[in-house]
């Protein structure tokens, strides 16, 4: 019985970690020339920023859900236009969601380092391809 409440303990005190980890990184959305800012939309057309991991595979720009927190993950299943800065200005793009092999591609391409996963708790990972439009050219 002693083992279980220690083990309790371990998976307590591991998910408290990744909660002040997700936590902190959302609130601080730290940025560098490895980033990007995502312009996500609502119903109602209101529009909110997120700083996220600029990622390149095969010469395309793609934005993935590393994390628990996805919030802008899930409105752009709604709403797949949005406006992404690369530290030049806001350009329209279409977030297209990619298929088993491009993912495969992708996640191939920029593995996570395991310390990452450790901390983010494992989530699983999703992406989306960014096709600039005819408007953010």
Do not use: C
């Amino acid at each position: 019985m002693k083992i279980v409440k220690i083990l309790a303990v371990i998976a307590l005190v591991y998910v408290g970690i990744v909660v002040a980890f997700e936590s902190l990184l959302g609130y601080f959305q730290p940025a560098d020339q490895n980033t990007l800012v995502i312009t996500t939309y609502d119903d109602e057309g209101n529009g909110k920023d997120r700083v996220l991991a600029r990622i390149e595979s095969q010469g395309q720009l793609y934005v993935a859900a590393n994390h628990w927190p996805r919030a802008w993950f899930n409105k752009t299943k709604d709403h797949p236009m949005v406006q992404i800065d690369l530290g030049e200005g806001k350009k329209d793009y279409l977030a297209v969601p990619v298929d088993d092999v491009e993912h495969n591609q992708v996640d191939t391409d920029n593995a996570l380092p395991l310390a990452f996963r450790i901390l983010t708790g494992f989530p699983p990972r999703y992406f989306y391809r960014l096709e600039l439009t005819a408007n953010g050219s």
